[in-house]
């Protein structure tokens, strides 16, 4: 067992916290006041290999590890994890789909252009009566001749207003319940197939989410991305892995948090002594740096696992758990450590206090995530 990061990790979190640093942190209260999407920052994330992390260099990726992915994803939140949720969505949903389950033909027409950047992606699985039970879904998509004809509308998706590609599932057998959902992947500016109302958030504002409706969109059969029926099952795996980069988003809101916390607390006097030097403080940023590491060696195990090939059903979904229950609590915790101030918009904890609670809800809510475990539980009988 080995604890530590290699040189090259070590100097992939300085990169991605520099750029961070300079090219985020000035301007992440504007971007959320206004609900303005980066595209410049994006697009540089892309030419620094960011959004292709988890894919080969053959199709224009970066050959990251998991490991290497929850580390940028983390450092990315701890700036601004509006930045991170749309990155993560873009690289471990809608490219990592095509990935996985695409043909050669979709991973080189694809992979290369979203990798880089070039190409913006989302993924639409949630539907206003699917949601936590995706098996639910209704938008339908029928083949004639040669063609699907997609209809129905998605919600709740990431990058949905900025997106070039995005791959959504649709019912093809009705009769064959989740066995009968496909995936498909559209392109931006195929007739019948568009954005719809933009959602108003309380946090990860500068993400943008909304709807994406079909409405008699035909587009080739060979957009069919994986084996007809197979387009839930090849979700479910999908999230088995998205879930490890939503854990460390979550573990960057808190660490962004802890650290604007530690840093107040040492500057803050009250009662003539630095609030730091209360127990009351001191216990609040002690439980919330315990919380942290434990967060984190849950992520990296689970990353870990999936880098050596391993199921990680059960594991990503205990660290996607408890990273985002922790992370919650942190903000909570480093928002009142702040007082007053905390509550104001000139302290960076009010915005991860409104940004993180996503964390438990975004890729299967905690009472999922606890179903999902106890699942596996039961099965293995330990
Ligand atoms: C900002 C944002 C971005 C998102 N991005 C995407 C995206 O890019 N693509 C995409 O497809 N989706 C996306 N989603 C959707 C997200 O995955 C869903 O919101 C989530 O899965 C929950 O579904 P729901 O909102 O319909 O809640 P519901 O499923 O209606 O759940 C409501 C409540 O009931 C609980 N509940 C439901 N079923 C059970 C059960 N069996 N046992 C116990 N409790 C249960 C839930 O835990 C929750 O507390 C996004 C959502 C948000 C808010």
């Known amino acids: 067992m080995d604890f530590g990061f290699t040189p090259e990790q070590n100097q992939l979190r300085k990169t991605i916290r520099d750029f961070a640093e300079s090219e985020m942190r000035p301007n992440v209260m504007e971007w959320d006041e206004t609900q303005h999407f980066p595209i410049d920052v994006f697009k540089q994330l892309g030419k620094m290999g960011v959004l ?35 990155a993560a969505a873009h690289i471990s949903l809608c490219t990592n789909h095509i990935y996985i389950a695409g043909s050669k ?37 029928t083949l004639d001749r ?18 070039d590609v995005c791959v959504a599932m649709a019912v093809t057998d009705r009769a064959a319940s989740s066995h009968g959902i496909s995936a498909f992947i559209l392109e931006k500016g ?50 088995d892995g998205g879930r490890i980069s939503i854990a460390a988003l979550a573990l960057g809101c808190a660490q962004g948090a802890y650290e604007a916390a530690l840093k107040y607390s040492k500057q803050r006097k009250q009662f003539g002594r630095f609030i730091s030097e209360f127990q009351a403080i001191q216990n609040k940023l002690a439980d919330m740096a315990t919380e942290i590491d434990a967060a984190r060696l849950l992520i990296l195990r689970s990353a870990w696992l ?71 539980l039961l099965k293995s009988g330990c």
């Open 306 to 376: 999936k880098d050596n090939g391993n199921s990680v059903n059960k594991e990503s979904a205990m660290a996607k758990l408890y990273a985002s229950e922790i992370a919650v609590k942190a903000c909570n915790e480093s928002l009142q450590i702040h007082g007053g101030y905390g509550f104001i918009k000139d302290y960076p904890v009010e915005k991860f206090y409104r940004d993180v609670k996503l964390c438990t809800i975004g890729e299967g809510t905690s009472e999922i995530q606890r179903m999902v475990i106890a699942r596996q």
């Open 190 to 239: 195929t007739a019948g197939f568009r954005p719809g109302k933009k959602e108003n958030k309380m946090g990860m504002r500068c993400s943008p989410t909304g709807e994406v409706i079909f409405s008699d969109c035909r587009i080739p059969e060979s957009q069919l991305c994986g084996k007809p029926g197979s387009g839930f099952i090849d979700s479910m795996r999908i999230l």
């Open 105 to 141: 033909e979709q991973h080189e027409k694809y992979i290369p252009k979203l990798a880089t950047g070039e190409w913006i992606g989302a993924w639409s699985l949630t539907e206003p009566e699917a949601g936590s039970d995706a098996g639910g879904t209704r938008t339908v998509a």
């Open 52 to 86: 292709g992390a988890i894919f080969p260099e053959s199709l224009g990726g970066s050959g990251y590890s998991y490991v290497d992915y929850s580390i940028i994803m983390e450092e990315l939140a701890r700036v601004d994890p509006s930045v991170a949720l749309s």
């Open 146 to 163: 040669g063609q699907w004809t997609l209809n129905g509308s998605k919600t709740f998706t990431t990058n949905a207003h900025i997106a």
